[in-house]
């Protein structure tokens, strides 16, 4: 099942289709009012908030009533309990074990970006095949063969595999992933995979951030 | 300049501020549309564009009112003159030779994503201060000190540089990157940067993309 096909239930019963562009704009949201928190703001309006992020406010009320009525008349949203609901929606109130698959430069990389245990991701196991990595230990993890994936995957009860293998060897691994029992992939070889319906898969676009870097350097040329 | 503060010109000769989600969405309207010609579909409305990404016709609308007029009555979008537009807003319609500051693990693996140069940003250049990679060759690209950044940014009349260095060393090399003539910096580096208003920076937040896979693997669990 890709991220477009998440189905939210709501109270009445029918189950509502939760697009992945209102889950992204979640995200966004959640960073705003943590960075709104931080600088001690309570509450927002709609309108401001959407304003911060370039929606308009009768967006930003569309996407928090996929999930419930979350304002207050006269007042707004209240910044710290509205982060608390967004967290619960997109299920990082609690930790996240994660496993990273594969090793190599984008793996190492990855296993060193301090962004992910900062919203709750924690990787606690890494597997590859290659003979230079397997039983290195890197960042206080030593690397397992890919074949021990569903001992680890059982062991450590883990949902979420990142997936940083060359393009060359996503297919295969992501296969072994599946049959690990792992029900969700962040893919950063670039590469489109196929994945069963049960199973999520997110890929990460490292391209366009590119383009929006290149839309503000090429808006300031402009005479 | 932050990407937030864009200035686009509009022909009535205001300067109406590009909100950062706007441009955003317009990387995924390109990747919807890119993804529809593929299909060998010619045109889309306001609407169903709209659907695929869980934004309502009136937002979609919007968006594209902040460049111009694209929509044709009764028939909506053209695909490919869209893409064309899209390209040419975004500043991507021409090649954006680019340098990789910093080649340990993320550089490397930045190197080797092929993801870059499919959208038109090549890697022409790779500087760092470490000798065990100074004067070695990566991709085919021979790592340079850092010292000569200034002539390399005349040399190949670069814009746009890749911060991938240690957070500790970030803000050090951020600011020899601006000093050298540099526009705009995608860091990868997990600290926040303090660029002068001239130069774009944008800051990749991989959490994000684990936020919406666990969002979705969430919900598939839900009973």
């Known amino acids: 099942?890709?991220?477009?096909?998440?189905?939210?239930?709501?109270?009445?019963?029918r189950e509502p289709l939760v697009p992945k562009a209102v889950v992204s704009r979640l995200s966004l949201y959640l960073r705003e009012l943590q960075h709104l928190?931080?600088?001690?703001?309570?509450?927002?309006?709609?309108?401001?908030?959407?304003?911060?992020?370039?929606?308009?406010?009768?967006q930003v009320r569309k996407d928090f009533a996929y999930f419930g009525q979350f304002?207050?008349?006269g007042i707004g949203y209240r910044c710290e309990e509205l982060i608390d609901q967004i967290k619960k929606i997109?299920?990082?109130?609690?930790?996240?074990p994660v496993v990273l698959v594969g090793c190599g430069n984008m793996g190492q990389a990855l296993l060193g970006y301090r962004g992910f245990?900062?919203?709750?991701?924690d990787v606690v196991a890494v597997v590859d095949v290659d003979e230079n990595?397997?039983?290195?230990?890197?960042?206080?993890?030593?690397?397992?063969?890919?074949?021990?994936?569903p001992e680890?995957?059982?062991?450590?009860?883990?949902?979420?595999?990142?997936?940083?293998?060359?393009?060359?060897?996503?297919?295969?691994a992501?296969?072994?992933?599946?049959?690990?029992?792992?029900?969700?992939?962040?893919?950063?070889?670039?590469v489109t995979l196929t994945v069963p319906k049960n199973v999520s898969l997110v890929e990460v676009d490292l391209a366009m951030e590119l383009e929006q870097l290149a839309f503000s350097v090429f808006q300031n040329q402009q005479p």
Chains 1, 2 share one sequence.
Not at 152 to 159: A, D, F, T
Not at 160 to 170: D, G, Q, R, S
Not at 179 to 185: D, F, V
């Open 90 to 96: 997109l299920g990082t109130d609690k930790k996240w």
């Open 1 to 13: 099942m890709s991220i477009e096909d998440s189905i939210s239930e709501d109270t009445s019963g």
């Open 133 to 149: 990595v397997l039983e290195k230990t890197f960042q206080g993890l030593k690397v397992e063969h890919i074949e021990r994936l």
């Open 117 to 121: 245990a900062k919203q709750g991701f």
């Open 152 to 172: 680890i995957v059982k062991r450590h009860e883990l949902k979420v595999a990142i997936l940083a293998v060359p393009a060359t060897a996503a297919a295969e």
């Open 37 to 58: 928190h931080r600088s001690e703001q309570k509450t927002i309006s709609s309108s401001k908030l959407g304003r911060a992020l370039g929606f308009t406010a009768a």
């Open 174 to 190: 992501a296969e072994r992933i599946v049959k690990s029992g792992i029900s969700g992939i962040l893919n950063f070889a670039p």
């Open 71 to 73: 304002g207050y008349p």
